[in-house]
C-alpha cells in the first residue's frame, strides 16, 4: 500500500470518529444521548471555605493547574499569583474587577478548549501568517479524501465539507473567509460563543430533523436519543423524555419543537457559577471595600486563591486530625 494511501485511510478514520464523536458526545450507559450544553461545575470539591480552599483554588486555577500550587512554597505560590494577576487585570489600571475575575475563572476553566485550540492551529496554518484561511482548513483537513469522489468506505465528506464551510463562516466575523485564532477557535467550538449560538442550533436540528421539515417532532427527539433495537418496552427515562417533550419542550403545545424551543433546550441559561465565585473571592479579599481588588489584597489573601505546600500541609493535619 502506497504512503498517500495510508494518509488518506488515516484521514477518513479521523473524519469519521470525528463524527461520531459529535453525533455521540456524552452519551451514557444507559445509550440515552445528551445535546444539552451545560455550563461544567467549578470544582468536584464541596465548596466550604472554613474546612479548606480547595474549591476556590479549583474555581480560579483549574483543577490540574491547582495541583502545581500544593507542590511551591508560599513565597513561591505568591510570586506566581502576583504575574497571574497581572494577567486578569486587563485594562491595566491596576484593579481586578468582578467582571475581569469572571472572565478569568471562565477562561481557567475552559483551558483545555485553547490547548485544543493551539494543538490544531499548528496543522492548519500552513502559511504560517497567524491566520487560518478557509482554503487552508479545507486543504489541510479534506485535500486527500476530495481527491477520491468515491470513498471506500461511503462516508459523505463533501457534505461535512458544506457545513464546516457554513460554521467557518459563521465564525468569520468580517467575512473574508481568514480566521483569527479567536475565530477559528469559536469555528471550532461553537458552543462558547453567543454569536455561535445559532448554527449549534440549526446543526442540531439538522441532526434530528430526518424528515426535514425544519422542525423535530417528538419521535424524531426520541429517536435522536434512544434506538429501539427489536425492544417493545421502553426504558422508564424514555418515558420520562416523552413526557418533558410534551410538557416543557413544545412551549406552544404544536407537537414539534421550533428553532428557539431547540435552543431553549440544548443552551438553557444556566447559574452563572463563574460570577458567583468571582464576587466571592472579592468579596472575602476586598479590604478597603471599594468592590474591586488591587495586586497586594490579592496576594495578601493568596491562600484563598491558591495553595502551597504551607496550606497543603496544614490541610494534611486537618485531615490527620479528623481521622
Not at 496550606?311 to 486537618?318: N, P
Request: charged fraction near 40%; include cysteine.
Amino acid at each position: 500500500m502506497k504512503e498517500t494511501d495510508l494518509i488518506i485511510m488515516d484521514l477518513r478514520q479521523f473524519l469519521m470518529c470525528l463524527s461520531l464523536c459529535t453525533a455521540f458526545a456524552l452519551s451514557k450507559p444507559t445509550e440515552k444521548k445528551d445535546r444539552v450544553h451545560h455550563e461544567p461545575q467549578l470544582s468536584d470539591k464541596v465548596h466550604n471555605d472554613a474546612q479548606s480552599f480547595d474549591y476556590d483554588h479549583d474555581a480560579f486555577l483549574g483543577a490540574e493547574e491547582a495541583k502545581t500550587f500544593d507542590q511551591l512554597t508560599p513565597e513561591e505560590s505568591k510570586e506566581r499569583l502576583g504575574k497571574i494577576v497581572s494577567k486578569i487585570d486587563g485594562d491595566k489600571d491596576g484593579f481586578v474587577t468582578v467582571d475581569e475575575l469572571k472572565d478569568w475563572i471562565k477562561f481557567a476553566q475552559k483551558r483545555w478548549i485553547y490547548e485544543d485550540v493551539e494543538r490544531q492551529w499548528k496543522g492548519h496554518d500552513l502559511n504560517e501568517d497567524g491566520l487560518v484561511s478557509w482554503e487552508e482548513y479545507k486543504n489541510a483537513t479534506y485535500g486527500y479524501v476530495l481527491d477520491d469522489p468515491d470513498p471506500d468506505d461511503g462516508f459523505n465528506y463533501k457534505q461535512m465539507m458544506v457545513r464546516d464551510e457554513r460554521r467557518f463562516k459563521m465564525a468569520d466575523k468580517d467575512g473574508d473567509l481568514i480566521a483569527t485564532k479567536e475565530e477559528f477557535t469559536a469555528f471550532l467550538h461553537p458552543e462558547e460563543y453567543d454569536y455561535m449560538k445559532d448554527i449549534v442550533v440549526q446543526e442540531t436540528m439538522e441532526d434530528i430533523d430526518k424528515n426535514a421539515d425544519g422542525f423535530i417532532d417528538l419521535e424524531e427527539y426520541i429517536g435522536d436519543m434512544y434506538s429501539h433495537d427489536g425492544n417493545a418496552d421502553e426504558p422508564e427515562w424514555v418515558k420520562t423524555e416523552r413526557e418533558q417533550f410534551v410538557e416543557f419542550r413544545d412551549k406552544n403545545r404544536d407537537g414539534k419543537m421550533d428553532k428557539e424551543e431547540t435552543k431553549d433546550w440544548i443552551l438553557p441559561s444556566d447559574y452563572d457559577h463563574a460570577e458567583a465565585e468571582a464576587r466571592h473571592l472579592v468579596y472575602e479579599s476586598d479590604q478597603n471595600k471599594d468592590g474591586k481588588l488591587t495586586k497586594e489584597e490579592i496576594v495578601d489573601k493568596y491562600d484563598l486563591f491558591v495553595g502551597s505546600q504551607a496550606t497543603d500541609f496544614g490541610e494534611a493535619l486537618v485531615r490527620h486530625d479528623e481521622f
